[in-house]
T-cell receptor, first 115, second 116 residues
C-alpha cells in the first residue's frame, strides 16, 4: 500500500521569503502522479501543482515549484515570494497511474505567512 | 457547471442515528472518493469508486457504507452514528486524463458532521 509522509506539522515564513515543504512517499509502483493541494481556512481543497513520475523535469506553477527526486521518493514544494494568502494547510498526495486511481494524502503541513 | 456538490454542509446527529451524505458531480469523472478529515490526521480515505457500480474500501471504512448507482452520484451512509465519526467529510471526483494536465481530483465543499 502507498503511504505519504509529511514530516512538518507546522511551518512559518515571513512575507516575500521562500519556504519549502517536505513530502516523502512509499510505493513499489513505477508510474504515478504526485500532487500538492492547498486548503485555506475556507476548507476548500485547491490543486496547487502536479507531477507525473516519468517526467524528470520538475513542475512549476508561477511561484510554486517542486523538487521531485524519484529514487529518494521525495516530492517537496517550494513557495517563492510568499504571500499572506498562502497561509493554509498543504497536503501532499499520491495516485497510482492505471488501475484503481486510489488517491492517498499525507497528514498535512500548516503554513503561516507572517507580515 | 457546479463541479462536485455535497449535501448537507452541516449536520448534527445523535448517537445511533443514521444518515446519508450525498455527493453529485457533473464533470464526468470516472473515479469518486469519500474522505474524512480530522485534526492532525490529514485526509483519510473511507471508500472510493473507480467506476459506476464498483466500490472499494479505503483506509478507514468501518462504520460506513457507500453506493455508486450511476456515474454522477456517490453516497456515504452512516448506519448507526458514533461520536468517533464526528469529522469533516469530503467527496471528490477524479479524472485520469490522457494528458497529465487533466489528471487531478476535484473536491466538494465538505460536510461538518457532529455526533453527540
Amino acid at each position: 500500500a502507498q503511504t505519504v509522509t509529511q514530516s512538518q506539522p507546522e511551518m512559518s515564513v515571513q512575507e516575500a521569503e521562500t519556504v519549502t515543504l517536505s513530502c516523502t512517499y512509499d510505493t513499489s509502483e513505477n508510474n504515478y502522479y504526485l500532487f500538492w493541494y492547498k486548503q485555506p481556512p475556507s476548507r476548500q481543497m485547491i490543486l496547487v501543482i502536479r507531477q507525473e513520475a516519468y517526467k524528470q523535469q520538475n513542475a512549476t506553477e508561477n511561484r510554486f515549484s517542486v523538487n521531485f527526486q524519484k529514487a529518494a521518493k521525495s516530492f517537496s514544494l517550494k513557495i517563492s515570494d510568499s504571500q499572506l494568502g498562502d497561509t493554509a494547510m498543504y497536503f501532499c498526495a499520491f495516485m497510482k497511474q492505471g488501475g484503481s486511481e486510489k488517491l492517498v494524502f499525507g497528514k498535512g503541513t500548516k503554513l503561516t505567512v507572517n507580515p | 457547471n457546479a463541479g462536485v456538490t455535497q449535501t448537507p454542509k452541516f449536520q448534527v446527529l445523535k448517537t445511533g442515528q443514521s444518515m446519508t451524505l450525498q455527493c453529485a458531480q457533473d464533470m464526468n469523472h470516472n473515479s469518486m472518493y469519500w474522505y474524512r478529515q480530522d485534526p492532525g490526521m490529514g485526509l483519510r480515505l473511507i471508500y472510493y469508486s473507480a467506476s459506476e457500480g464498483t466500490t472499494d474500501k479505503g483506509e478507514v471504512p468501518n462504520g460506513y457504507n457507500v453506493s455508486r448507482l450511476n456515474k454522477r452520484e456517490f453516497s456515504l451512509r452512516l448506519e448507526s452514528a458514533a461520536p468517533s465519526q464526528t469529522s469533516v467529510y469530503f467527496c471528490a471526483g477524479g479524472t485520469r486524463g490522457r494528458k497529465t494536465m487533466n489528471t487531478e481530483a476535484f473536491f466538494g465543499q465538505g460536510t461538518r458532521l457532529t455526533v453527540v
